[in-house]
Structures are given as C-alpha cells and as structure tokens.
C-alpha cells in the first residue's frame, strides 16, 4: 500500500487528532441560531486553516447564509490523470436541547470510556475529522493525496442546506469531480458499516380548504353546509386505499423496482417485522401487503400525513362548522419517480377530490429525488474495500429510507454519483443528550478514508 | 277578556318596568366568571324579591353550581282546575367580550332608539322581564294568574345548564307542570314571531388514535407503520357518502320524516338557498341531495367534524408520522332518533373502520335527544293566538337546527312539553357587542305573557 508512511504517522500522532477533534467540537457553531454567527465564521476559519496546514488551498467562501468550506489539493504530480475526489462534511451542529441531560457540557468535549462525548461528535464533527486527519497525515508524510481531493464543508445541514444548491451550482467548475465521498451516516444497528447507495425522495404539500370566512354554529347550518373538515377527511382518504396504496393517477408509473440482488442485500439490513414492531412501538405494522415491510420502508413511494388542524382542539366540546382545514402531507419517493410529475398529479387529485362547496389550495412545500448510485462503480467498490479492511467485515450495501437532497444535487449539478458512509456508532446519540463518537471510529475511519483515496488512485486493482 | 285590567296597568306603569329591567341589567351575572359569584346570588335575590312582591311563594334554591330561582302563584281560587304554567328563563349573562366594541357599557344599561343596550338585555333578562311585568300588572289590578303559574330561572344557561336536569329531577313534584313556557329564542328574521316546536338533539365525540408512543422519522418508517392521520382520515370519510349522508348502520332507522304541513311551515321559514349562501358565506351548498338546505339544516341528522389536530402544524415542514391524531366529531340528531343507540352504533362504526395498526378510543362529550312538541296542544294554540294578537301577525310554526336541552329534559323528567318563543329582535347581537332589547318588544311580549296565561285557563276557547 503506497499510504502506510500517511497511516503510521497517524497512529503515533492518534492523540493530537483527538485534541484537535475536541477543539473543533468546543465551538458552538449552532447553525440554527442567529447569536451564534460569529462562532459558526470561527468554526469555518478554524476549518479552512487545517486544511490549508495539511497543504491543500483552501477557502472560506460566503453564502446567503453561513459559509461553505472548500479545498482542493490539487492533481498528484505522479498521476495527474487521477480521479477527483470531493469530501462532504458539515461543520454545524444541532442545538444542545435540555442540557440537564447531558452529564457533561455539550460544547466541553470530554474523552470517557474511549469516546469524545460533546454536541456534533458524531454529527458530523467527529466524522469530518477522519478527512482532516487522514489529508494531514498524508501531508505529515510528504505525499500529496493519491488522488486530487476537493473538500466541501457547509454550515448549514443542520438547517435544511437553504443555500448548498446554489452554491454549488455557483461553484460547479470549481467542485467538479468524479465522485463525492459523504460520511454523515452511522454504521447500521449491530455494528456493521454500510454503504448507502439509494435514499428515497420528497414531495412535500399543504393542503388548506375553506369553507365560510369564519366558524358557523353547527347546529343552524349542519348538513347544508360543506364541512372543511369533513371534506379534509374526504380528499386525504381518497388518496390512499386501505392498504397504504396511493391512488393518485400515474404514481406508480416510474416506480423502479428491486432487483432479486437488492432484494438480498436488503434481507441482510434490514431489520425484521418484530424488530420494527420492538423498535417503533406500533401494536402492528400496516402497508402494502405486497411487499415486505423492510422495502416499504426504503424501496416503496408513501403518502403520510405530517400534521392537520382544524376547529375547535382544545378540551372538551365546541359545535361549530370550521371556517378551514388544513393538513400537512408528503410523499417519499423511489427511484425513478419524478417529483414534478408527483407534485402536479398530487395537485390535480385533491382538486379532483374537491367539491365546489369549499375552496381548496395546495401549497408545495418541498421537493427532492429519490437518489440511487451504481452498486458496480469502481468507487463504491474503493470504498467497500476499504471499509472491510478497516473495521475487519465487507460492508452491507444498504437503502435509506429518509431523503438527503446533496445526493440528487451533486449529481444533477456535478454530474457526480456519491458513495456515502459512515463511521458513527448507531446509537451515538447524534441530535440528542450525550451525543458521542469513539475513538476506535476515528482510527478506523481515517484508515477507511486513506484507503479510499488510495483505491481510487487505482480504480482497476478493485475490479 | 279577563286580563285587560291588568295590560292597562302595565301600559301605566310602563316606565316603572324599563326601570326595573335597568335594575336587572345593572346586575353583571356572569355565570362563568367565578369572580362574579357574588352578583349571581344577589341577582337571584333581586328576582325572588321581584316575584314575591307579584304575589307569588319565591325562593331562591341552591345547586351545585349557581342557585336556580322558583316560585308559584298557587291555583287560581274560582278556577282550582286551571292548567299550571311553568315559566322558563334564565338571568345569567354571556361575559361582554370586547368591552371597546360596545357604545355604551354592558353593565349601565342606557336607553335610546326606543331600546335599551345592555348585555343580557336579550338573552334571557329582557325577554324574563316580560313575566315579571305581567305577573306583577296582575297583582297590582288585584288579581291571582287565570292559571297556576310556577317559576324557573336558572343561573346557569350561558355555561350548559349543568347542574339544571338533576335540579328538575329533585324538585320534580314542586315544578309538576302542564306547559312550561320557553321565552328565550327570537323573532324569525324579517320579525316575524315564530314558535319553535322543533329541536335538534347531540351526540358529541372524541376519537383518538393512538400508532407510536411518540412521532417517528417519516422517511425511516414510512409505508410499514399505520399513521395515525391517514386514518383517521379513512375512518372519518367511512362515515359519512360523498352527498354528506351518514354511513353509520342503523343511523336514519328512527327518523321521523315531515308531514306536508310541516315541510310548508319550513318553506314559509327557512332562508332560501341563495339567502343562505349569502349568510354563511360559503362558494357553494352541500349535503344529501334528496332534502332541501332548509331540512338538512332542521329536520335531518348531520355528522360534522368539529376539529382536529394531529402531529406538527406550525409553520413549514416536518417529517414525522403523528404519534396520535384526535377529532371531535358530533351528530345532530332529529326525532325519533335514540341518541344511546346513535351513540353505540358510531362507536361501532369507528371501531369497525379501525385496523389493528392504531389503538382507537372513542369519548363521549355530550348527549342530548331532538326534541319535537305536538303541534295541535292548546298551549301553542294559546300562544299563537297570544302572539298573533300581540304583534298582529300570525307566528310562524318553526324547527330550530340546534340543540334545546331543557326541552327533551322537561319532557322527561316533568312530563311536559314546552311552548318556546322568543320576543328579541333577530339582530339583537346576543353573545355580542351592544346587544338590545327594544322597549316595543317589551310591551308586545308582556302582553303575550298576559294574553297566553289568560287563553290557557280557558282553552276550549282557541279550538
């Protein structure tokens, strides 16, 4: 392995990592709170700096929002037709929450019983580290990166990324790369990591309906009267059959379907029916009947509704007719549905499903697609090799059932498939008390990172 | 006839009675307001005193709530057999609301425009006044009431009457009656007065669903988990068909369809369509297609919900399933629907569209049965003739689309049907700001009073 001078110099400098991670992880760069401006451009110029110390040009760049961190190594002199590689990462961190239940301060990361316990240990801190130590280690050992490496660093996943896309749409020629590496996972519940090479998609609604400019008594008007409520109850069942089907027109059209090697790999990952019922405490599951709930869950389009309100909630009784109603309502989606076709047919089912006796409007909320990268490309092989060699067993190749929008993003605009991992314990408490990263995840993960990189250098040694 | 005596007193005398109803008025008997508790005993005392100075046996009795004020004439010494009249009222007031809407004070009631603005000068204190000024007119021409006349004010109407059917029940055999008379509606819009001979009766519900001890990430369990609004919205729309009528078995066994004369009372009453358009507001009606607006408003059985609320409705988006969903959803029913039976059979109904995937529980908040009086009794032929005389119109034969409860409880418990009329001005702003009382419905009213008391010692004479 051409890396083993970059790999011994980390082991022999492991803790100056760790107090480097600490020092990252003592800043409360808390995106989501304006007062904390100042340390979120501290967090940002701390970053910049490492990298610039680990010989990459680096950059603090601005945005409507917190700023973004780039890099770019450069081409390696002995390989300049190399692939580039571009890291992800994110810098900011979720808030505290109750920090009475914390047993240590949040933002005074303390080392116990091998792990750094602080807020954005393991989300993402922790796991951008392992990029940091490996580049530096490399540095320390005289080499530049086997391949070019670019790195992207936003201070805003924890807000929802409000302005990524069109930074990196801004900065396309400058990110421009073969592949993206994302290490904001965690290694799946039993300790095994995972490559995650499908995430499924969002359309997301508000659908509100009025009826009379203000609440009517029921009893002078009941039955004459479209009940914005009642109709609520009305258009949202009409979208859905008894067994979770959707019954909006053209749904299912571009639905992709497993195939019988995804069937197996989810087999492998996927939690089964009594462990889904144990972990969400539902008296019983419920869905299509066709499928298991494990693909229902990451490889099946839903219809859930978030939230509505309507009328009188408070205790006890009001008789009244509701002047409006309104209800939250989103789909996940699947590859290759089309989240525009999915919104406008959505639109046009409620308006459907209306009567001309209230007036309905739909809002959308959000929207994003389903993502699913080659399971054959010489990355993910790089990246699954260097998992096993790292934590000792072959990665799962696994489905995420929740959406993450970088990933369609980086490929509609880059044109860049993503391989995306992650080093953190499963229960590591990311977003709440307690959050924690190991160091035994920082070694191996750095090792994972070296090794990626140097795989990538030569793409063929994984075929 | 009998009673001209006493009606050429009270038109005497009438300044003394806009004096005593300010004196009413002044009193702020707010029911609901704990703090008024004192106002609401001395304005009981005021009105037994009001009663005892008429010649009648007043006291003032106490309730688990508000005291409730009775009295009684006794039987007419040269007509021992005459039928006894209870009259109904009640001298607790809605609180004032936004004290900057009214133009004069709610509690310093100030006569101009022929009436006086008070709150409570409406509901119930003005229309009440009409009793004490025809009972005390009598006194004064040295009279005894052509029939017995007892007495009941409650203290409690603008709260639900809570504490009123367990009243009635201990105090049956003091309130044994033959009519009660009900003075606490309004004239028809236009200012026709009507009788009321008709009410819908109550059946209110709460529905919980219960999926998931608390919200889960709708992308990691979307499509294997029921989701507590989805269906929610499936067992609510399997209530009710697309045309608003009720789904539930056995729902319409019992109801009692109009006769032809009762369908052109409606149509002589009811608002037209577009008139009711106009006074609600909505784009358009709605209901079962069979019925007119004006029956499905009076004469049919609704279903409608009164509000729900489930998972996140703030601002934007949040992507969870709901650990729980609740709606409040209530029934007006019409006679001779057994409001037990309705109740049963809607838990059924719920119980039967729910899958195993949620935990449903049903609370019922009130029950209350429709209540419809005979239309050919001589008491209404009494106060038709009453008020046909008084206002020199013919009142219309109406249905009410909201719930009386006092109506099926007199019924019950006292065996007695009720003659319910109201003298107030449609537009009287009862519950509002600057509600009135005119002092022309005053006259008119008390001399329906004296003319329906008179008329029923003799009832023959009204065949």
């Given at each position: 392995m051409t890396i083993d001078d970059a790999a011994g110099l980390f082991e022999r400098d492991f803790e100056s990592y760790v107090k480097a991670l600490t020092t990252f992880l003592s800043i409360p760069s808390l995106s989501a709170r304006p007062e904390h401006a100042d340390d979120m451009a501290r967090c940002a110029a701390w970053l910049r700096d490492r990298l610039?110390?680990?010989?990459?040009?680096?950059?603090?760049l601005p945005t409507a929002g917190h700023p973004v961190v780039v890099a770019d190594s450069g081409p390696p002199e002995e390989n300049p037709d190399a692939p580039t590689i571009l890291l992800y990462g994110h810098y900011d961190v979720q808030p505290p929450g109750d920090e009475t239940l914390w047993h240590t301060s949040p933002f005074e990361p303390t080392v116990r019983d091998g792990a750094v316990f602080a807020r954005g240990s393991a989300d993402n801190k922790g796991q951008l580290m392992t990029h940091l130590a490996a580049l530096a280690s490399l540095h320390d050992a005289g080499r530049r990166p086997p391949v070019r490496v670019k790195c992207l660093y936003e201070g805003e996943e924890e807000v929802g990324s409000p302005n990524l896309p069109d930074f990196v749409c801004a900065q396309a020629?400058?990110?421009?790369?073969?592949?993206?590496?994302?290490?904001?996972?965690?290694?799946?519940?039993?300790?095994?990591?995972?490559?995650?090479?499908?995430?499924?998609?969002?359309?997301?609604?508000?659908?509100?309906?009025?009826?009379?400019p203000h609440d009517l008594h029921s009893g002078h008007y009941g039955g004459a009267v479209g009940n914005p409520a009642n109709l609520m109850a009305r258009i949202v069942a009409s979208l859905q059959d008894d067994a979770g089907r959707v019954r909006i027109p053209g749904f299912y059209k571009d639905v992709r379907r497993l195939t019988a090697v995804q069937r197996r790999w989810l087999g492998e990952t996927a939690p089964s029916d009594a462990e889904l019922i144990e972990e969400t405490g539902v008296p019983a599951l419920w869905g299509e009947s066709r499928y298991s709930s494990a693909q229902r869950c990451t490889a099946r389009p839903t219809l859930d509704v978030n939230g509505?309100?309507?009328?009188?909630?408070?205790?006890?009784?009001?008789?009244?007719?509701p002047a409006r109603a309104s209800a939250k309502v989103s789909m996940r989606l699947v590859p290759d549905q089309d989240p525009r076709a999915v919104s406008d047919a959505f639109d046009a089912a409620v308006r459907a499903?209306?009567?001309?006796?209230?007036?309905a409007s739909v809002r959308t909320l959000s929207t994003c697609a389903a993502y699913q990268s080659p399971t054959d490309s010489p990355f993910l092989r790089a990246a699954a090799a260097a998992l096993a060699t790292a934590y000792g067993v072959r990665p799962a190749l696994a489905r995420e059932g929740g959406t993450w929008p970088i990933l369609p993003m980086f490929k509609q605009v880059l044109g860049a498939d993503s391989v995306v991992t992650g080093f953190a314990d499963p229960h590591a408490n990311a977003h709440g008390p307690n959050e924690f990263f190991s160091l035994d995840d920082l070694k191996r993960g750095t090792r994972t990172v070296l090794a990626f990189l140097d795989h990538c250098a030569t793409p063929s040694a994984m075929k």
């Open positions: 610039t110390a680990a010989g990459l040009e680096a950059d603090v020629d400058r990110l421009a790369c073969d592949a993206v590496l994302v290490t904001d996972a965690s290694r799946l519940s039993g300790g095994r990591p995972a490559l995650f090479y499908a995430s499924r998609g969002l359309v997301y609604k508000e659908i509100t309906l009025e009826g009379p509505w309100l309507a009328g009188y909630t408070g205790a006890g009784a009001a008789t009244i007719i499903a209306c009567p001309p006796a209230v007036r």
